[in-house]
Nanobody, 127 residues
């Protein structure tokens, strides 16, 4: 089991940047894929990015490609999500989640694939 804590949210102007962090309670290298999800008010939760902690493969939702960058710091057991060119429609609570029993070259943007969830961090983008 792993516990996750997302942080780094805040109020940002459109066009700005933000880095979200997901800290894991234990060593996750080679054991987990980490996904980032968001849920805007009145909308369903959507997957925006994921990373395989073993081989580093990543995936992004079409809506965020080119603006979001996910990365993994093995030494810190932390996954970061760099968000650039923020848009008002990026406003949401962002969550990180972990999928155990890691498969090579796999990560997913479907929330049902993930076993462990952290508390969210709110990102608000003003126009």
């Amino acid at each position: 089991e792993v516990q996750l804590q997302a942080s780094g949210g805040g109020l940002v102007q459109a066009g700005g940047s933000l880095t979200l962090s997901c800290a894991a309670s234990r060593f996750i290298h080679d054991d987990y894929a980490i996904g980032w999800f968001r849920q805007a008010p009145g909308k369903e939760r959507e997957g925006v990015s994921c990373i395989n902690s073993g081989d580093g493969i990543t995936s992004y939702a079409d809506s965020v490609k080119g603006r979001f960058t996910v990365s993994y710091d093995n030494a810190k057991n932390m996954v970061s999500l760099q968000i650039d060119s923020l848009k008002p429609e990026d406003t949401a609570v962002y969550y990180c989640a972990a999928h155990s029993v890691l498969r090579p070259s796999w990560c997913a943007l479907e929330d049902h694939e993930y076993d462990f969830w952290g508390q969210g961090t709110l990102v608000t983008v003003s126009s």
